[in-house]
């Protein structure tokens, strides 16, 4: 059996690692480089950084800061914001990324995932997707672009099978609703687009206690888990979170 995976994941705005509800109300959370170095040294499976502000400042990801994470981890390292060509996926693999995570450039352009995929292989292109539910639609979630400031028309389940076929390796799933909040993951919405989908599904949004972790691995049918202000404002190591899990029989990698 595969082992679940544990991601820390490094919301990135002026430099700084920043936490907030539901995207709004962001509060400093430390340097990216000491805590990407910090996670790696821990144990953590892999990292993810995300320049959260660069699709609304229309802005490429800060290639330099990548470069100076990338340096200090050595664990695989996906790097998503802004990103709108595949030119600029070679430059943040060049810069130590492993995988480049994209969002709104690939709901404007999906041939950009077959493009990239084709160029740099499936391994590297992890889809990010912000899924807002749908008002009076039961089990129904929308597609949000630029941050889940701007919601779309999109179905996350369709999108998400659509993507595969186009060529996306991984989707990153992050419940806008559940973003912040430490209430626990959206269960049904990450159980829904893993079963739709053969390619692995990362749980984002919502993280609190361990038992969420847990439950969204299991009845979530998630393959991997992202969390943040767990372990930013030091509530829980990746140690922690590894020992809670295995104990409950989920299948992880052992920290050492």
């Known amino acids: 059996m595969l082992t ?15 936490k907030g509800v539901n995207f709004l109300n962001l509060r400093d959370a430390g340097d990216p480089v000491e805590l990407g170095a910090r996670y790696s040294a821990e144990g953590a499976d892999e990292l993810v950084f995300l ?12 290639v330099e800061l990548v470069e100076k994470v990338a340096k200090n981890v050595f664990i695989p390292f996906t790097v998503g914001g802004g990103i709108t060509k595949v030119d600029e996926i070679g430059l943040l693999l060049r810069s130590g990324a492993d995988k480049c995570s994209i969002n709104t450039a690939a709901v404007m352009n999906p041939n950009l995932l077959a493009e990239a995929a084709q ?38 389940i369709e999108w998400a099978v659509k993507a595969q076929k186009l060529g996306a390796g991984e989707i990153l799933l992050t419940s806008m609703d559940a973003d912040g909040t430490k ?23 919502g ?26 404002f030091g509530e829980y ?18 920290v050492g």
Do not use: M
């Not at 320049?51 to 800060?62: C, E, F, K, L, V």
């Not at 912000?130 to 672009?145: F, I, L, S, Y």
């Open 4 to 18: 679940k995976r544990i991601i820390p994941c490094l919301d990135v705005k002026d430099n700084r690692v920043v």
């Open 119 to 156: 160029r740099f292989g499936n391994q590297c292109v992890v889809l990010a997707i912000d899924a807002k539910r749908t008002e009076g639609k039961k089990d129904k979630w929308h597609v949000t672009v630029k941050a889940g400031s701007e919601p779309t028309d999109i179905d996350v």
């Open 183 to 205: 209430e626990g993951y959206d269960l049904e919405l990450t159980a829904a687009v893993s079963d739709a989908v053969d390619i692995p599904v990362i749980a984002s949004g």
């Open 51 to 62: 320049d959260i502000t660069a699709t609304i400042r229309s802005n490429r990801t800060i």
């Open 237 to 254: 190591t990746v140690k922690d979170t590894k020992d809670f899990l295995a104990s409950k029989g989920i299948p992880i990698r052992p």
């Open 207 to 232: 993280a609190g206690t361990l038992a969420s972790l847990a439950e969204v691995l299991d009845k979530g049918k998630a393959d991997a888990v992202l969390a943040a202000s767990i372990f930013h």
